[in-house]
């Protein structure tokens, strides 16, 4: 998905409100402006891509924000559904069954929020479309089917820390989020799943959930082969006892590169046809993966809207750093304005690498004009 050369329009809109102007009306009136609309046709299914929240995590996209979206998206004649892809680790979204219940408990139901939730990748996370490009580490990624086959997408994007990429933003949304779990893994991971004997109780509940027929008990453990492991990742949810674990086997570079090149893969089924509205709010240190929420590092910046997830991010991060730190939150003694927030939680990880990773397979571009909503 190469863009034309120019700087992107982001735009921003703040925080202030009064009677004759509120944040949820100006958020509506952005879409217009920003041409969010435009993209969808009369009838299109429309994937608002979310992130729901981990059961116990409170700093998610607030539902009236969602609410409005929605709103505005059928009022020019499209069908939208929320989305979101089970997650690669055992927690409340690893099936679409507790997936589901965890968004209507969250607040994500269809009385509040008007559109259906739909986790796009199917019961345990294997439903997929095979998308080829050309990318420093893959040449085809595994793109959640009701995503790829989706008319448009919407991608919503609580903006936040993140431990292993600096930040969270649209790129690891529209990547990370819309891969399925062998893309989850892949991207994560450069070796297989491996079993924990000391965990293992030899139930053989994998080796039947396994579609490689890559499982099976040695020595009265489960043993996955890891020449036949196609990857698939269903084994480490459907395990009662947790002992099949994820290798790690990646540097933050490679994860960052890597969830990149899946969020061009996204995109490369939305050709012209994919927005991003980043909410730069409640910016928690750590991801909405965890069962908690972490206080605030920054005060509440606003909301971006763009068609081009690199300038958002960018500038996402730029109105971040603008800020002065919030005493007692996670950020140490360098609080000062303009001071780099992501990189002073987590100064081994070099937030800028998913940027430029992005920019340089054409996802995006990192010139933007900051447009005031």
Not at 43 to 59: C, I, N, W, Y
Not at 122 to 131: A, D, P, R, S, T
Not at 210 to 227: S, T, W
Not at 340 to 349: G, S, T
């Amino acid at each position: 998905m190469k863009r034309k050369a120019g700087k992107a329009s982001v735009y921003f809109v703040d925080m202030r409100a009064n009677m004759e102007s509120g944040v949820i009306d100006r958020l509506k009136k952005a879409m217009k402006k920003a041409g969010l609309l435009k993209i969808a046709g009369e009838g299109d299914l429309v994937a608002v891509k979310m992130h729901f929240g981990e059961k116990g995590s409170t700093a998610y996209i607030r539902t009236p924000y969602v609410g409005a979206v929605v709103e505005e998206l059928k009022a020019s004649g499209c069908r939208p559904f929320l989305t979101d892809t089970n997650t690669l680790y055992v927690g409340s979204r690893s099936d679409s069954v507790r997936h589901v219940r965890t968004a209507i408990e969250n607040g994500f139901a269809y009385a509040s929020v008007g559109a259906p939730v739909i986790i796009a990748d199917g019961l345990k996370g294997g439903n997929h479309e095979v998308v080829h490009i050309k990318g420093k580490h893959f040449t085809e990624v595994r793109i959640a089917s009701d995503i790829a086959r989706a008319d448009t997408m919407v991608v919503l994007t609580h903006f936040k820390g993140h431990e292993f990429t600096g930040f969270g933003g649209a790129i690891k949304n529209l990547g990370m989020g819309c891969g399925s779990r062998a893309g989850k893994l892949a991207m994560h991971s450069d070796v297989r799943p491996e079993v924990s004997r000391d965990s293992c109780i030899g139930c053989a509940k994998c080796i039947g959930w396994c579609p490689a027929g890559a499982i099976r008990l040695k020595r009265k453990k489960a043993y996955i082969d890891p020449d036949m492991c196609i990857g698939c990742a269903e084994c480490i949810v459907v395990c009662p006892e947790s002992a099949i674990k994820i290798q790690w086997g990646w540097s933050t570079s490679q994860l960052q590169e890597k969830m990149a090149e899946y969020a061009v893969g996204a995109a490369k089924t939305k050709t012209r046809k994919t927005a991003f509205i980043n909410f730069v709010m409640d910016v928690s240190p750590q991801c909405d993966c965890y069962p908690f929420s972490d206080a605030p590092i920054v005060p509440n910046v606003g909301i971006l809207l763009s068609l081009d997830p690199v300038a958002i991010d960018k500038a996402s991060v730029d109105l971040i750093n603008k800020q002065p730190g919030i005493k007692g939150s996670a950020l140490n003694a360098r609080r000062k304005a303009k001071v780099d927030k992501l990189r002073n939680l987590y100064p081994d990880v070099d937030w800028n690498i998913q940027i430029e990773h992005a920019r340089s397979l054409g996802l995006g571009t990192t010139e933007y004009s900051l447009v005031k909503a």
